[in-house]
Structure formats: structure tokens, C-alpha cells
């Protein structure tokens, strides 16, 4: 019986992986990659050479079946995504569906995620939390904003750094200017960065310092009343 593993990679520095993870790529017999040439350069670091096939989301609908056939032909495959732990706002969701539904063992790996640091380092309350992702870029994005006007959890999204001040100034609206805020950029790698404060101030650092790299926005929740 073949098995599929979901492996967390790191979101920067190289070092933020678990000896697990790394036993588990340099046994699998597949490791299916959201970008081969981006998983290249971590397998090269840690000397795996095991095959490596394209798995993202404009094919994975096309080339789920076939995976499924290999975990049922007895072989171990691994789930990489670029960084961080896939289906999470990355491709995987489609294919661990698919071989649970065909009674294939599934086990992720526990490991990186962008969002825990970011909300840890934010300062606000992490008791209870929502992860929103990223937020519909066109159609539905108003309306995804208005449901969270009454949210009392900490909430998070994932954005890119040139839509940053558009989704700022769009929370700012709905939620308003003074709602604390936290903006994480760059997660473990050298130029990591946190910016916290109200929206109105995170939108004029930066409207002022257009950012670079990845970036988690962490928005604190509704006070109740």
C-alpha cells in the first residue's frame, strides 16, 4: 500500500525544515513540487536526488488521477509546496482529497506555515484566530470584506506585496482606520520585517516604503462591546 506524504518546506532560511521532513523526500519515491526548479535548490542542499514531478494548480486536476494510481501501485510520494505547508493557501487540497477518498493513508508533516510567526509576532490576541488567506482578487473581494466586519477573532491574510495598500485601505474602510494591525514581510529570511500599528498608519508606511516579498497581514478583531 502506498502512502502520501505532506511535507511542510521551509518560507525562507533553508534550516527551518525538521530531520523528518528530510528523511521522508530522500526515501519517497516521487515528490510531486507546486515549482521544480524552486524545490530543486532545497533537495540540492540536502543532497536528495529522488524524481521530482510538477504538481500545481493548473495541472493538478489533469495529473490527480495518476497520482492516485501510483499510491495504489504501492509507491510513497511527497506533497511539496514552494514554502510552507501545501493546501494551506497552496495546491494539495484537491489531491489529499482524492486519495483519502480512495482509502490511501495520508500523514502530514508538522512544520512551516507563514501565518503562526506572523501572528505570534504581532502582538494581538491569539487565543482565537481566523485564517481568511488571500482575499478574491476581483469578483467577490467586497463582499468577503463585509462578512468580516463583525469578526471578533484575530484574522489573517495572505496578500502580495503590490495589491498591500489596496487591501489596507480596503479593510480600513470596512473595519476602520484605527483598527491595530500587523504586517509581516519576508518570514524567516534576512530582510524579515514587522510593521504593527493602526490601519491608517500601516497604509502610510507604506504608501511611503512599497514592499517586497511575502507578505501576512494580521487585523485584530471586533471589540466586543
Not at 493513508?105 to 488567506?133: I, K, M, W
Not at 462578512?147 to 479593510?171: A, C, G, N, W
Amino acid at each position: 500500500m502506498g502512502k502520501l506524504f505532506v511535507v511542510p518546506t521551509p518560507v525562507g532560511n533553508l534550516e527551518d525544515i525538521t530531520l523528518r521532513a528530510i528523511k521522508v523526500l530522500n526515501e519517497s519515491d516521487l515528490i510531486l513540487a507546486e515549482d521544480t526548479r524552486t524545490t530543486r535548490v532545497l533537495l540540492n542542499h540536502y543532497d536528495i536526488h529522488n524524481q521530482l514531478l510538477s504538481h500545481h494548480k493548473f495541472n493538478e486536476h489533469a495529473s490527480v488521477a495518476a497520482v492516485v494510481e501510483r499510491l495504489k501501485g504501492g509507491q510513497t510520494i511527497a506533497l511539496v509546496s514552494d514554502a510552507g505547508t501545501p493546501a494551506i493557501s497552496d495546491p494539495g487540497f484537491l489531491l489529499v482529497r482524492e486519495a483519502v477518498a480512495a482509502g490511501e493513508e495520508v500523514e502530514t508533516l508538522p512544520g512551516a506555515t507563514a501565518f503562526v510567526p506572523a501572528l505570534v509576532s504581532s502582538g494581538l490576541p491569539n487565543d482565537r484566530f481566523c485564517f481568511e488567506g488571500f482575499l478574491p482578487q476581483k469578483k467577490g473581494r467586497q463582499t468577503r470584506i463585509e462578512q468580516i466586519k463583525d469578526e471578533t477573532r484575530t484574522m489573517i491574510f495572505y496578500e502580495s506585496p503590490h495589491r498591500l495598500v489596496k487591501t489596507l485601505t480596503q479593510l480600513a474602510e470596512a473595519l476602520g482606520e484605527e483598527r491595530k494591525a500587523s504586517v509581516a514581510r519576508e518570514i524567516s529570511k534576512i530582510h524579515e520585517e514587522h510593521v504593527r500599528g493602526s490601519l491608517s498608519e500601516l497604509i502610510n508606511h507604506f504608501t511611503q516604503t512599497p514592499p517586497r516579498g511575502e507578505i501576512v497581514i494580521i487585523v485584530a478583531g471586533k471589540t466586543k462591546n
